[in-house]
Nanobody, 115 residues
Framework: QVQLVESGGGLVQPGGSLRLSCAASGSIFSIYTMAWYRQAPGKQRELVAF???????NYADSVKGRFTISRDNRKNTVYLQMNSLKPEDTAVYYC?????????WGQGTQVTVSS
């Protein structure tokens, strides 16, 4: 069992930056593939980026070159650095931990990109 708590969301102007954090507890963090998803109003939840236990990363085409996912296994935390934010990045961002057939989700954090 893993508990996940996201933080770092907020309101930012277009072109700005935010760093999201997801703190995990309750299990061995390093074995999990960690991912960030987002869900905009009226849209399906979509994968933004993931990082494996071996630190291999992958990104959605819409965020490549702008977002960076990273993890610190000593702090049981995964991060999402978001640069050059656009209004279309506005969504609730969710953290997910995955190991074999088990998925665990955080409660989400709102990111709003607006002038």
């Amino acid at each position: 069992q893993v508990q996940l708590v996201e933080s770092g969301g907020g309101l930012v102007q277009p072109g700005g930056s935010l760093r999201l954090s997801c703190a995990a507890s309750g299990s061995i963090f390093s074995i999990y593939t960690m991912a960030w998803y987002r869900q905009a109003p009226g849209k399906q939840r979509e994968l933004v980026a993931f990082i494996t236990s071996g630190s291999t990363t992958n990104y959605a085409d819409s965020v490549k070159g702008r977002f960076t996912i990273s993890r610190d296994n000593r702090k049981n935390t995964v991060y999402l650095q978001m640069n050059s934010l656009k209004p279309e990045d506005t969504a609730v961002y969710y953290c997910k931990a995955q190991f074999r057939n088990n998925d665990y989700w955080g409660q989400g954090t709102q990111v709003t990109v607006s002038s």
